[in-house]
């Protein structure tokens, strides 16, 4: 079973900077099948990225993931006020699928 | 416009049982396959199971396997979750969502309802 581990836990940044956020896994993750979702408060989780690199439909390109194997990242490349939430990444290459346990962005 | 909306949720005793439905539109519900997951009050997402397009391929979690059934029924454009022998542990918020794959699990989950709230205490 593989474990995902997020770091850091919480990122305070202020709007216009650059965020990146870490998912490092315990067993390398098979064809990079390795997806990000933003959650804000009282709201259903929103896919993000997908297959490490993939945008979802409708995310905005200031969104961008990269990675393989074991270690991956999220950068968004200038926050804007609504990207402040938190943030899982989630393994599907292998079963269970598992999500990480989150890195909050909040206003610094 | 892809919704998904769930119903179902509630308060139950330990050991009893809940039967929640999620009710989709705006898709061809029956190309795509579906999930649950859950999220317990200030925790993150569990995944909790999966099922196909046709019901072919059926998956749990480890924490809900021989608890919980998935099913669906894609002539109502709907999917379920049939919850027994609830434990406090269960509490949580549970999500219907669409799997990114067309006529294969992919296990990514790229349209989510709002969630329904389940509460198991005596």
């Known amino acids: 079973e593989i474990v995902l581990t997020q770091s850091p836990g919480t990122l305070s940044l202020s709007p216009g900077e650059r965020a990146t956020l870490s998912c490092r896994a315990s067993q390398s993750v098979s064809s990079s099948y390795l997806a990000w979702y933003q959650q804000k408060p009282g709201q259903a989780p929103r896919l993000l990225i997908y297959g490490a690199s993939s945008r979802a439909t409708g995310i905005p390109d200031r969104f961008s993931g990269s990675g393989s194997g074991t270690d991956f990242t999220l950068t968004i490349s200038r926050l804007e006020p609504e990207d402040f939430a938190v943030y899982y990444c989630?393994?599907?290459?292998?079963?269970?699928?598992?999500f990480g346990p989150g890195t909050k962005v909040d206003i610094k | 416009e892809v919704q998904l909306v769930e119903s179902g949720g509630g308060l139950v005793k330990p050991g009893g049982s809940l039967r929640l439905s999620c009710a989709a539109s705006g898709f061809t519900f029956s190309s795509y396959s579906m999930n649950w997951v859950r999220q317990a009050p200030g925790k993150g997402l569990e995944w909790v199971s999966s099922i196909s397009s046709s019901s072919s391929y059926i998956y749990y979690a480890d924490s809900v396997k021989g608890r919980f059934t998935i099913s669906r029924d894609n002539a109502k454009n709907s999917l379920y979750l049939q919850m027994n022998s609830l434990r406090a542990e269960d509490t949580a918020v549970y999500y219907c969502a669409r799997d990114l794959g067309k006529y294969q699990l992919l296990f990514t989950l790229d349209y989510w309802g709002q969630g329904t709230l389940v509460t198991v205490s005596s």
């Open positions: 989630q393994q599907y290459g292998s079963s269970p699928p598992a």
